[in-house]
């Protein structure tokens, strides 16, 4: 008789009993009352930024194309002395943090917009649109000659612009629309809150993503539907990429020295986005998402200012309390995007398709491994 040796068995993953949270419709972050009020209220007043954001940044893309110095661009083409002396006086929304959103996009890439504005015809379309742009324009058209990608990434840039404010005019309804059904009682718990954000998710999924300029009464298509964009796929999963994910790292808190090596030479290894961020530094030189916290904290709804105000230092430290809350709502957010993303249904009965569920968590339970998981646990 011949004995065999039991099959081994595969050590459990250190995160799974998050994969089995993600798997049972339940959230990378505790379901608990306060955790509810935190995550919805931030959310509200993010969801009033965003829009701001939004409005701005498909401003800039349709009214400021190929306008190299745009010093109203902040000003949605409604440029006043009351307007600029607030501006002048910093009583504002800080734009500069949906470009520097914007920008991260850009420069970490990823999804079929990327691998499209690197194509011929995307390259095109762009032609024709700077082609008519400069016609009039004789100090452009030299620079144009001299450097002939300058001003096709330059348009690179505005299509980042225009795609990255749909992408929010959607998320800023959401929320909005996430913090009604909160004081209407028809949500209550984390799970519920992450499955209304999934719902919302999964029904804009295929919208399309599409850009055009308009230049002397003639609309010059960039990102054309034809090219097949839409807001999931080619916006919203490379914005979780290099906003959650990756992000910059932040002037002040690292090194640029390259003797230094505090910033790997592997984009794909960075990790200081919202998920690994240290609420701490929030309001040191350098640090964008400060940016973020100083517009939310306007727009708190008076439940989560007074929770603040109960808590600790009160509003003396509000900012570092809206970073801890906005790290915690982005959890479910990245919770409602990973089930959505899931290749086969969570219930799924069918081996094959469990395994590959299982993987494709595991796959990203190991990206979360250093980030801020355990201290939301608290």
Avoid at 51 to 70: E, G, M, R, T, W
Wanted: hydrophobic share 45%; glycine share 6%.
């Amino acid at each position: 008789m011949t004995k065999t040796l039991p099959l081994a068995k595969s050590n459990p993953h250190p995160l799974e009993p998050f994969i089995q949270k993600l798997l049972g419709a339940e959230a990378l972050l505790p379901d608990s009352e306060t955790n509810v009020l935190e995550v919805v209220g931030i959310l509200k007043s993010y969801g009033v930024v965003l829009d701001a954001y939004s409005k701005n940044l498909i401003y800039i893309a349709d009214h400021q194309f190929l306008v190299l110095f745009p010093f109203f661009k902040y000003f949605n083409g409604r440029v006043t002395l009351p307007q600029l002396l607030r501006h002048w006086w910093h009583d504002r929304i800080n734009f500069e943090y949906a470009e520097y959103c914007m920008k991260t996009m850009l420069w970490h890439g990823g999804g079929k917009m990327d691998e499209y504005l690197d194509s011929d015809d995307f390259l095109r379309h762009c032609q024709a649109a700077v082609a008519a742009k400069i016609k009039t324009n004789l100090p452009i058209r030299v620079l144009d000659s001299l450097f002939p990608d300058f001003l096709p990434e330059q348009v690179r840039q505005l299509a980042y612009y225009s795609a990255l404010g749909q992408f929010w005019r959607v998320m800023s309804d959401l929320f909005i629309d996430l913090s009604d059904a909160y004081d209407g009682v028809r949500v209550q718990t984390i799970p519920e809150v992450v499955a209304f954000i999934k719902a919302g998710l999964v029904a804009a999924a295929a919208n399309p993503i599409a850009y055009a300029v308009e230049i002397d009464g003639t609309s010059y298509e960039l990102l054309p539907k034809s090219a097949g964009l839409t807001f999931l796929m080619d916006v919203a999963v490379p914005y979780v990429e290099a906003v959650f994910f990756r992000g910059t790292p932040f002037l002040g808190t690292v090194s640029y020295n390259a003797q230094a090596n505090q910033i790997s030479v592997d984009q794909g290894r960075f990790d200081y986005g919202a998920l690994y961020a240290d609420p701490l530094p929030v309001g040191g030189a350098g640090i964008p998402p400060t940016l973020l916290m100083q517009d939310m904290r306007h727009y708190l709804p008076d439940y989560l200012t007074a929770f603040y105000q109960s808590s600790g230092r009160g509003l003396d430290d509000v900012r570092v309390k809206i970073c801890q809350s906005f790290q915690k709502s982005m959890f479910c957010v990245t919770s409602a995007s990973l089930q959505g993303l899931l290749p086969h249904p969570a219930d799924t009965q069918d081996p094959r398709e469990r395994a590959t569920n299982h993987a494709f968590l595991a796959g990203w339970m190991d990206r979360l491994a250093t980030s801020r998981l355990d201290v939301v646990q608290l």
